[in-house]
């Protein structure tokens, strides 16, 4: 048994442990996180393979578009280009594109343990930067015809459509960012550069800040990918951490439970032999201090024969209300209904609590509304929850005072039955520690009365097995009053008297 025990609190200390050191872990990496995403100047290298992720599945998805936006810019261009010139350009277009993506697809079937940022890292910029030199040659072609402002409106144009696209696509990678969008813009400028016309050299001045605006662009884009990867991973980590609270949780109320059953077994197996030898002591002591056998010369085995008599008692009543509040707990303790009438309980239990008030000269007094109704209950159930209740109020009643009990209806057609005392009462911050199991207040601990703290945790548990609530107000120095309710469920309304009808050809019933 003893190393059981020591097995158990060995296994209790290490999960503990193991739990203190998911906590600190917990605790460190969502702290980590938060500086992260807090911080102006966050590494780049954060979150690397994730944004490599992000670039090839954005890249896959607009496979479709980029050749159409290739083929709108060569059919318009054609107005101004050779044809066979425009459709070469068109096929290289469309090689780096189809590399690009080819590169995407690879990078996507690689298995994670296998990719090397670096490498790959690599790869994606020079994709992207043969992608991007080949919409750039598209303003080295030579024009056949003279071209006017609309050709050069639809060069920037071009530029600007084909820029916002690659930073849409590279964002999250800086330098396949650059690789893709600095040839377009670095050829767009020198050639508007070449010729004389002011409108050139704002359109390159446009065309520098265009790059410019993009860029900050794509830096912002990649920040924004950064942050939502940041607030994924704490998301993830702390749903596993949610998995593994909620586990421990149930592993923690499977052996609760299996703790539960092994108590009520022990409780239902020591029942019988903890009441077995009590009875004997309790009978033999009762012999013995009622002299029964003849007297006793010494007074002193008198009074001892009676403190055995008294212990015993106690101790059986310990016992009895422990077996009463775990079978309760366990959900074996099954109601004897039948109608009961609330009235003739709570003068039973007056009854038997006359003599212990009279020691004290405490009066009890009763008060019941006219007319009242069974309910429906267990009326042994009831009894007890009653004669607890007056048992406390005539035990922690100073010596000539006065209990007070009443029966009534409630508003929505329930009965309550109140007991009120003019005791020391109860601190406010106790009440909740004398409503637990063996809970005691400071009252009850000064004034040394023998209990066990269970009257009340039992009181609620038969009130609430009939559906009922349970209440307790109580103030310093001015006393304490206990009411518990049962709902209009309970109550059994009397039906009218019937009044049968006199006819003159009623059927006799034959004698």
């Known amino acids: 048994m003893g190393s059981e025990a020591r097995n158990s609190s060995d296994g209790k200390t290490e999960i503990n442990r193991q739990r203190a050191i998911r906590r600190r872990e917990v605790a460190r990496t969502v702290r980590d996180v938060r500086s992260r995403i807090g911080s102006k100047d966050a590494s780049m290298n954060d979150f ?19 050749p159409m936006l290739a083929l709108i810019v060569a059919a318009i261009s054609s107005l101004w280009i050779n044809t066979y010139l425009v459709g070469a350009w068109f096929t290289v277009v469309l090689c780096m594109h189809l590399l690009c ?32 030199s080949s919409w750039a040659l598209f303003y080295l072609l030579p024009k056949e015809i003279a071209a006017g402002d609309g050709f050069l409106v639809f060069q920037f144009a071009t530029m600007l459509i084909v820029v916002a696209m690659n ?21 767009v400028t020198a050639t508007f550069l070449k010729q004389p016309q002011p409108i050139h050299y704002t359109l390159a001045a446009m065309a520098i800040g265009a790059q410019g605006f993009f860029f900050i662009l794509g830096n912002q884009l990649i920040k924004n990918a950064n942050t ?20 421990l949780s149930d592993e923690s109320r499977r052996r609760a439970e299996e703790a539960n059953l092994a108590k009520s077994r022990f409780l239902a197996t020591m029942s019988h032999e ?28 008198k009074s001892y024969a009676g403190d055995i008599h008294s212990s015993g008692s106690h101790l059986l009543n310990l016992i009895n209300e422990i077996l009463d509040l775990s079978r309760i707990e366990a959900g074996r303790h099954e109601l004897q209904e039948e109608a009961v009438n609330l009235q003739d309980v709570i003068e039973e239990s007056c009854n038997m609590m006359q003599i212990r008030a009279k020691a004290k000269d405490i009066k009890i007094y009763q008060s019941y509304e006219d007319h009242l109704p069974k309910v429906w209950g267990d009326e042994r159930a009831l009894r007890q929850v009653v004669l607890n209740l007056v048992s406390n109020a005539v035990k922690f009643t100073p010596v000539g005072g006065v209990v007070r ?14 007991v009120r005392d003019n005791g020391p009462g109860i601190p406010e911050d106790e009440i909740p520690v004398v409503l637990q199991a063996f809970g005691q207040g400071s009252v009850a601990i000064q004034s040394a009365e023998p209990g066990t703290g269970l009257g009340l945790s039992i009181v609620q548990a038969l009130v609430s097995m009939h559906g009922g609530s349970f209440d307790l107000r109580s103030r310093l120095r001015e006393g304490t009053e206990v009411m518990f309710t049962l709902p209009k469920e309970r109550v059994m309304e009397t039906m009218p008297a ?14």
């Not at 080819?102 to 090397?116: F, G, I, L, Q």
């Not at 930073?167 to 050829?187: E, G, I, K, N, Y």
């Not at 009990?405 to 109140?418: E, K």
Request: proline share 5%; charged share 25%; hydrophobic share 40%.
């Open 274 to 301: 903890l009441r077995t030898p009590l009875n004997a002591i309790l009978g033999f002591s009762e012999v013995m201090k009622d002299e029964v056998l003849g007297p006793m010369h010494n007074s002193n085995y």
């Open 405 to 418: 009990i009443s029966l009534g209806r409630t508003r929505d057609g329930g009965q309550f039955v109140s």
């Open 101 to 132: 993506v080819a590169t995407c697809r690879t990078y996507e079937k690689t298995p994670s343990s296998k990719r090397r940022v670096r490498l790959w890292l690599r790869r994606f910029t020079l994709s992207d930067l043969l992608y991007g």
């Open 498 to 511: 019937y009044d049968v009808p006199k006819s003159r050809n009623a059927a006799k019933w034959p004698a």
């Open 48 to 66: 690397e393979l994730e944004r490599q992720h992000l670039f090839a599945d954005t890249r896959m998805n607009s496979a479709f578009a980029v």
């Open 167 to 187: 930073t849409m696509q590279s964002a999250t990678l800086p330098r396949a960012l650059l690789a893709s969008t600095l040839p377009v813009s670095l050829m």
């Open 228 to 247: 939502m990867l940041e607030y994924r991973a704490e998301k993830d980590h702390l749903i596993a951490e949610l998995e593994t609270a909620n586990a």
